[in-house]
């Protein structure tokens, strides 16, 4: 019996060994998703809030009124790396500038890179944009 005993101790070890790799990748792997979809989500939620805010009080109707737009899109993505922000007027008829009834535009774009190194290899950058549309009231 006490020879039994004596050769099993290092079996909880090599089992050890062979699950905790395939748990932290488990583990950091979760976390990445996670990440991705807390900066997609940001990046959506800045997008709508921003399009809402352009579309009232003619902030829209000007190039440097659509140039604030951009830059209270961009003060809401604190936690989205580089962010491309682009904000663009859809007319209704041929006129300059955005005025009441034309569809305003925000596209934002970032691309996140996985923090943990093999899951990052395996998927790669990811692409991530998100676009709302809202039409002028003012």
Known sequence: M????GRSRGQ???E???VVPIFFLLVFGLIDLGRAIYVNNSMSEAAREGARWGSVQARSATPAGRNSVADFVGDKMTSVPDPTITVTCVEALPQVGCR?????IVQVSTELDMITPIIGQIVGQLDLSSTSRVVVNN
């Open 2 to 5: 006490k020879r039994l005993r």
């Open 12 to 14: 909880a070890l090599v």
């Open 16 to 18: 050890f060994a062979l």
């Open 100 to 104: 009441i009834n034309d569809i305003l």
